[in-house]
């Protein structure tokens, strides 16, 4: 079956520094890769999207790649505030049809501290 | 607010009880979703629907069932269901598939505690 792991459950650094964060995925070959923030009692919200073809994206203090082979993605938050503590999901698209059916690794809770 | 609105945002059931939540989106999209939110668990997906027929209902239990009476709309409705069913209930909608440059756009959840 599909598989979605991020390998850090939570990860605290410290303010100024760069955050990555990991999801390897088995048993699929998915023709994009999301990732959103949650916070808490809040629904996710999403940050960026990632295709097969497109080895990384940016978006002004975030930087996503996409490695197909090894099957992983990495997710940097560079120059990190407090205000950028959450849970981070990356997510996967099953279906590529007009409706996705989109799975969600379990998240990273990522703690920044001043 | 992000467009997807659901309500109510909390709600404490007893197991005989029947109630629903409700989920409205005015961002034009055609697909609008279910999922659940357990504590140290993934998101799980629950049902989907595409221009208002359901074309995914990931087994889940006849206790919850769904109705889109149209693209702005989504319902759950609930009846006799369990404590193992206390979660965040997250309401989805997105224009296509997901593979748009905008994603899936959630709601804030309700938060469902069953007594």
């Known amino acids: 079956s599909q598989k979605i792991e991020q390998n850090s459950e939570a990860l605290n650094i410290q303010e100024g520094k760069t955050a990555t964060l990991t999801c390897n995925y088995t048993?699929?070959?998915?023709?994009?890769l999301q990732w959103y923030r949650q916070d808490p009692g809040r629904g996710p919200v999403f940050l960026l999207l990632?295709?097969?073809?497109?080895k990384e994206k940016r978006k002004e203090r975030l930087k996503v790649t996409f490695d197909t082979t090894l099957k992983q993605s990495l997710f940097h938050i560079t120059a990190s505030q407090p205000a950028d503590s959450a849970t981070y999901l990356c997510?996967?698209?099953?279906?590529?049809?007009?409706?996705?059916?989109?799975?969600f690794g379990s998240g990273t809770r990522l703690s920044i501290r001043p | 607010e992000t467009g997807v609105t659901q309500t109510p945002r909390h709600l404490v059931m007893g197991m005989t009880n029947k109630k629903s939540l409700k989920c409205e989106q005015h961002?034009?999209?055609?697909?609008m979703y279910w999922y659940k939110q357990s504590a140290k668990k993934p998101l799980e997906l629950m049902f989907v629907?595409?221009?208002?027929?359901?074309?995914e209902n990931n087994s889940v239990p006849s206790r919850f069932s769904p109705e889109c009476p149209n693209s702005s709309h989504l319902f759950l409705h609930l009846h006799t269901l369990q404590p193992e069913d206390s979660a965040l209930y997250l309401c989805?909608?997105?224009?296509?598939?997901?593979?748009?440059?905008?994603?899936?756009?959630f709601g804030s959840g309700t938060r469902l505690t069953v007594v």
């Open positions: 048993n699929y070959s998915p023709a994009y």
């Open positions: 990632i295709r097969e073809n497109e």
């Open positions: 989805a909608s997105s224009q296509g598939g997901g593979a748009s440059n905008y994603g899936y756009t």
């Open positions: 961002l034009g999209h055609n697909a």
């Open positions: 997510a996967l698209d099953l279906s590529g049809s007009s409706a996705s059916k989109i799975i």
């Open positions: 629907y595409s221009l208002e027929e359901r074309v």
